[in-house]
């Protein structure tokens, strides 16, 4: 069962759309847990879920053929919400996947089945996951085209304006990862940026 306050949040998110039906199904079939720090959330060979982030965040890695460890994404509350190994094609890839909890979080684990069920069923559903969806893959590719556009420093002036909130809740050597550089690197960079800007 799950906590009344999640129930209420539902409820707030979707507004008079939400109908009990829909309320009585994610409770029977979604599961509220809490993860710490550190830990792994989830990884791209296990059973097919979503996580919806209620509160803290996270980081999506890949792991390379040699075994470094590569972040490619971050998740908070508040941006992207939603995530899970339900996103991830694994089919030709090359890579392995794992998510890594950056902060203490508390989350929502959504049955895959109970999503795709769920779209046909309940329209307003659908035009929430739809529109997520986009959002989802405009961001994606939107950080794709800068990080391939942009020099570094070009690039992390564009992260500082428009993502700054990733620089009070994210490691340095996470996004120096997500930058493809190193650490040192990223802090010459921060050191250049701000004199620019001064």
Not at 57 to 70: A, M
Not at 154 to 166: A, D, N, Q, R, S
């Amino acid at each position: 069962m799950l906590p009344k306050n999640i129930l209420q949040l539902f409820k707030e998110y979707y507004k008079d759309d939400i109908t009990e039906d829909f309320l009585n199904e994610i409770e029977a079939q979604a599961k509220y847990i809490e993860v710490a720090k550190g830990e792994i959330l989830f990884s791209d060979n296990q059973a097919k879920q979503i996580f919806l982030i209620i509160s803290g965040s996270l980081v999506r890695f890949v792991i390379t053929p040699d075994g470094e460890e590569k972040a490619i994404m971050f998740h908070t509350e508040s941006f992207l919400p939603f995530t899970g190994n339900a996103f991830i094609g694994t089919d030709h890839s090359s890579v392995n996947h794992f998510t890594k909890v950056n902060e203490d979080i508390k989350a929502l684990v959504i049955p895959y089945d109970f999503v795709s069920t769920a779209i046909g069923k309940y329209p307003f559903y659908a035009k929430q996951v739809y529109q997520n969806t986009l959002l989802y893959i405009q961001s994606l590719i939107q950080f794709q085209n800068h990080l391939t556009g942009l020099t570094s420093l070009e690039f992390l002036k564009w992260l500082l304006e428009h993502y700054g909130f990733f620089f009070q809740r994210f490691q340095s050597k996470d996004i120096a990862s997500f930058m493809g550089i190193t650490p040192t690197w990223l802090s010459s960079l921060k050191n250049k940026a701000s004199k620019n800007s001064i």
